[in-house]
T-cell receptor
Framework: GDSVTQMEGPVTLSEEAFLTINCTYT??????LFWYVQYPGEGLQLLLK?????DKGSNKGFEATYRKETTSFHLEKGSVQVSDSAVYFC????????????FGTGTRLQVTL | GAVVSQHPSWVICKSGTSVKIECRSL??????MFWYRQFPKQSLMLMAT?????????EQGVEKDKFLINHASLTLSTLTVTSAHPEDSSFYIC????????????FGQGTRLTVV
């Protein structure tokens, strides 16, 4: 079946540091890939997505590129802020849009001053 | 983006009682809704998929008689945890989408259930 593997956290960075959160996947066919963010006490919010190979999703300074050859969708941000502290989930959907999602275990990011 | 509202945000109930959680799409019609469960420090696990007007489809290992799902209208789905036990304590999150509009799924803020 489909699966998503994320790097374990927590990840602790100083403000303005570079962020990478690794995500790899296993799926049949050509899934769509997503990053969701969960701020403390809140539900999940879609951060960005990519629906086909070589697509780059971007939002709020975050970006991730759909790499079919390495089955990866790593999340990056050039300069993190304290407000980026949250849990980040990588997910895939094998039905095009974000319907039935398979999630990774989530990576907690803590950004300090 | 579209708004999905869950109610209540948190609930504490006694063991053996039932709890109902509501999931509403506020500004769109949700033809499909999904219910997830999130254990502490773990990922979200899909429990079931419900389409408006039809029975829910449960994932393997999820007891349909324990987790009753009703999707009676295009804006409301409910999850009822029947005869709750402490092991049912968890964070439950719904998501909703309108497949006719080919939209992504939007998530509610979640409900933290504690069974004592």
């Amino acid at each position: 079946g489909d699966s998503v593997t994320q790097m374990e956290g927590p990840v602790t960075l100083s403000e303005e540091a570079f962020l990478t959160i690794n995500c790899t996947y296993t799926a049949t066919g050509y899934p769509s890939l997503f990053w969701y963010v969960q701020y403390p006490g809140e539900g999940l919010q879609l951060l960005l997505k990519a629906t086909k190979a070589d697509d780059k999703g971007s939002n709020k300074g975050f970006e991730a590129t759909y790499r079919k050859e390495t089955t990866s969708f790593h999340l990056e941000k050039g300069s993190v802020q304290v407000s980026d502290s949250a849990v980040y989930f990588c997910a895939l959907s094998d039905t095009g849009t974000a319907s039935k999602l398979t999630f990774g275990t989530g990576t907690r990011l803590q950004v300090t001053l | 983006g579209a708004v999905v509202s869950q109610h209540p945000s948190w609930v504490i109930c006694k063991s053996g009682t039932s709890v109902k959680i509501e999931c509403r799409s506020l500004d769109f019609q949700a033809t499909t809704m999904f219910w997830y469960r999130q254990f502490p420090k773990q990922s979200l696990m899909l429990m079931a998929t419900s389409n408006e007007g039809s029975k829910a489809t449960y994932e393997q290992g999820v007891e349909k008689d324990k987790f009753l799902i009703n999707h009676a209208s295009l804006t409301l789905s409910t999850l009822t945890v029947t005869s709750a036990h402490p092991e049912d304590s968890s964070f439950y999150i719904c998501s909703a989408r309108d497949w006719r509009m080919n939209t992504e799924a939007f998530f509610g803020q979640g409900t933290r259930l504690t069974v004592v």
